[in-house]
């Protein structure tokens, strides 16, 4: 069916099944806009022209070059067959193949499967089965405009885009790339009226958004925004798809992207969270540009892969049991570092190596020290060779870029700026820093946990863990001697503040004019949710990182010794990539049994922790944790937001279960993400079971109700 029929469709379905709401518009909203979307949608039928797709074969090769071809499969809607184009040398697909031919200098084969008018589910059914010719080097998935038409629900259509990209997993070849093509921005189009355009097109980028966790979760998997396509001479004749020069235009975006990827699949783990640059990009000081510069060098490499704890049928399979080992007798660690004199050319100009005198060059030196008291409190605490334990170099480069203002770990090497000298003061001097760093090269060897939303902040909790382990280890100290700072010492006398972060009192790192205060919480109670940094890998980071203070207070004396061994029999243990607080807190649980027994000392300082944060269940002897609701509207006539927040015990029992129906079903998770301009919006948060944001028409006349219910139950102050 063309892009005019589904309009037409859409718009009809509205009129017809007003009563019964357009994609979870109450029913005031249907009722008032029934009669103009079915108007608007008559006009663009009848006005409306369906093109063909190209004629021809459906595969080639492009391009010159010996040895085997790159392989490029396009799969999925109108898009990848190249409707809009004349023929197919024209369309997507091959445009991309060719210009990636160009930049690589070798022959590209191509092929394309598909069929206009597929959505996501189709796509699944229909088209991925006969995608049995790989393996492939780069796959291009092409879905979310159908849907976007249809008013497919977002929970829907990612788990449709989940499952393709599990089959399609299958089928690319080792270090290829699948790419996953934004969701057409059809809120752009402005050939298409009101108020078809803005429920369409903020579905669009609803779907978009679940691109992008998708891309994020899974490994070897890019997002490929689609741009927006203003000129006229840039889409086809229907007005929808893009013309010949339209999908130039695209390829030329994408093609670097993904030449990049398969060249390139290190990412960063880097020190300072992006939300800090950003703060100190928006002052008028110096550093301003340093930070500007810096978030440039760290976009878009950044982001690793990971995404929600729930990842059901498409999840990665938990490694297998990986206990820690005895290292060889008479190991030690092979270092060497590099200078990368300003530039940011990776690994730069070696400079010491394993046995070498000092170079004199304080940050080599520090980053030289720094490796080997890591790879020892490794070694002696945990029995590990190296990070991988099997010997693994250790790797690092020194001045990096221009008073770069960040150290990370890229998959390979440790990687340190100067930091800009007003408000960083360098990294390779806070041994924690470095620790830190290395032990996101432990987790990616051992649970490999994915970097996004919970996995993600777990991910930089273990990572500050180990660098606080590696600085009490060199210090000799016990775990009530210790600071529990991770990067003191990084900023200079300048900033109000002691560290990056405060393990014993997360949220009390600093307080600055200019970073703002330190956002982490301490408690799940205070668990933030955002979209920003990976869904807030570096804030939420602080309630596991209290936790394991906890546990290493209470139970006393070195924090490497049962408590870091509990920890690290927990990660090397099976643990899932995806796994949440809650799934780490039980593993945590599960080590302390294994190795000191159900009631010892050691298991009870574990399980009080976790209680006392509220991840997972309390102590036996305890009141469980209540559960928080938290109920906020935002917008309506005055623009204010009101919110509450109230126990699980005090909503009244209907209400109570009719929440935890919407959680437990999943009727509540697919309502998130739906906009429509300037709507209020209404956000609900169960804990860690459930988030929701969602325009207030597209909410159902009961869930809305309900909502209405809870905020006036605990209202509170305005904000």
Known sequence: MGIAAWIGATAASASRRAERTIHRLARPAAFALAPVLLRQGKALQSELVWLPEPQGTRSGVV????????RLLAIGDSTATGVGAEQLDETLAVQTARRLAGRRGQRVEWRIEGLEGSNAAQVLERHLPAVDDGPWDVVLLLVGANDALQLV????FQRSVRAIVAGLEQQVAPGGVIGLAGAPQIDTFEWLPQPIRALIGGHARSL????????????RTIHLPTPAILEPSLHAADGFHPSAAGYFVWSSLIAPVIDDAIAAPRVRHGIVPPFLLERIAATPSAAAAVAERTLRLDGGIRVERGVRAERAATARPARAEQRPTLVPDGAVPNRTVSDAKGTTTLPGTAVRGEGDAPTGDAAADEAFDGLGLAWRMLHDAFGRDSLDDAGMPLLATVHYGTRYDNAFWDGE????????????????????????????????????LVYRDQPGALNESIADVLGALVKQHALGQTADEADWLIGAGVFT????GVALRSMAEPGTAYDDPVLGKDPQPGHMRDFVVTTDDLGGVHINSGIPNKAFHLVATAIGGHAWEAPGRIWMDALTGGLSATADFAAFATATVDAAVARYGDDAAETRAVRDAWAAVGVGDAPADAPSPDEAIRVARTGGMLGRTRAAVLELEVIPGDDRDHLDTLVASGRLAELDGQ??????????TVETRCDVTVAEPLLPDEVLSLFRRLLELGDAPER
Do not use: C, K, N, Y
Request: without cysteine.
């Open 63 to 70: 391009g010159e070059g010996d040895g085997d071809p790159l």
């Open 153 to 156: 629900g977002r929970g829907a």
């Open 208 to 219: 978009d958004d679940a691109l992008q966790r998708v891309a994020a979760d899974v490994p």
């Open 413 to 448: 090497r440790m990687v340190f700026g100067d930091g800009d000298g007003e408000v960083f003061a360098g990294f390779t001097q806070a041994v924690d820093v470095i620790g830190h760093e290395l032990g996101h090269g432990v987790i990616s060897s051992t649970a490999d």
């Open 493 to 496: 006398e300048q900033v109000q």
């Open 675 to 684: 906009a429509l301009p300037d709507a209020p919006t209404w956000r609900v």
